[in-house]
């Protein structure tokens, strides 16, 4: 069994459709043989981001 750390940044790339990021899919592709922890402010850092891609048009309200 697999454990690591999950970046926001690595988490948000799979919610973007305009970002394919081979390093993040990888991540994603581990996922079903791991466990990950995330930081406390993981979830903060996660709206905030989807907000900020609504408000710069990367993707729509029922997307988020």
Known sequence: MIEFVLDCSISISWCLVDEDDDYANSIL??????????????SLEVVN???????????TIEQT
């Open 49 to 59: 981001t989807l907000l900020v891609a609504e408000r710069r048009n990367r993707m």
């Open 29 to 42: 592709a581990l996922m079903t043989d791991a466990t990950a922890f995330v930081p406390e402010i993981w």
